[in-house]
């Protein structure tokens, strides 16, 4: 390993602080820290670059520093390279990150060495069309999600899976999640838990006025299109809760699993469900 991507949440109280220890702890054990484009290179008074997509051909791994939603938005940037993600939480749950603040150098000096393992995990594609013509294109780690505005009106929803018919429903939105995601908005709008090492989509009516709506769980190698059938104001459709793209009556959105995955470290070789129990029990964490 001798090129190391850097993402750090600036908003985050020490963000800087310590991104600009680690760097120069890096850079004195031989390796050239690239950071991101959006994050000012100032981080230390080395030589240090901003990345980019031509440089992601040559970052062998991308360190986030931040919350999960730090590390969503790094993963959709990264996952079409194939580099793989190591996460230091700064954030509450981190669902998503491998350690806290406390660990990283001990953590780090592993990953230099080499004794990690990387896991693989499911992502989304969306395409938006309107009158025949695609107008959006993009990915998600987690979930695509279409919801109503901010007026207490319901919206209609078609849902296809493979051409086939398969419902049609009364809604806020519906969540259309991977695995990873199913821990994330689908789980608050009622949908199960599921262990990221599977493969599946997961369909989760948002509050849905039709008692036979329930979650439907999708074979990852389905085709999923949403309809939206109202005109009752503005309705949204967002990738991990970050991009997000507004609709228009009768546009369809398609969702297939994406050709490419989020790769993420992983050193400490919990299980999904010892993740569960720490993080639903602490609550999160608000000292960083």
Known sequence: ??????????????????????????????????????????????????????????????????????????????APDGVPIFGINFGQLGFLTEIEVPDIFPALEKLLQGVYQVEERMMLEAVVWRN??????????????????????LIKLEAYVNGEHATTFPADGVVIATPTGSTAYSLSAGGPLVPPSLELMLLTPICPHALTSRPLV??????????????????????????????????EVVIKRAFYRAKFVKLKGRSF???????????GRSDV
Not at 219 to 228: M, N, Y
Not at 273 to 283: D, H, I, M, N, Y
């Open 1 to 78: 390993m001798k090129f190391i991507g850097l993402v750090v949440n600036l908003d985050k109280p020490k963000g800087l602080e310590i991104a600009q220890t680690m760097v120069n702890w890096l850079e004195e054990q031989g390796m050239e820290v690239i950071l991101a484009q959006k994050d000012p290179c100032d981080y230390t008074k080395g030589d240090v670059q901003c990345f980019d997509e031509e440089a992601m051909s040559r970052v062998d791994c991308v360190i986030v520093l931040g919350g999960d939603g730090t590390l969503l938005q790094t993963a959709r940037f990264v």
């Open 132 to 153: 025949g013509q695609e107008v959006e294109r993009s990915n998600a780690l987690n979930d695509v999600v279409i919801t109503k505005g901010a007026f207490a009106r």
């Open 218 to 251: 999708i074979s990852p190698a389905s085709e999923v299109k949403i309809v939206l059938v109202s005109n009752q104001g503005p309705v949204m459709l967002t990738m991990d809760g970050q991009h997000g793209f507004q609709l228009e009556q009768f546009d």
């Open 273 to 283: 469900f010892q993740v569960l129990r720490e993080k639903f029990k602490e609550g």
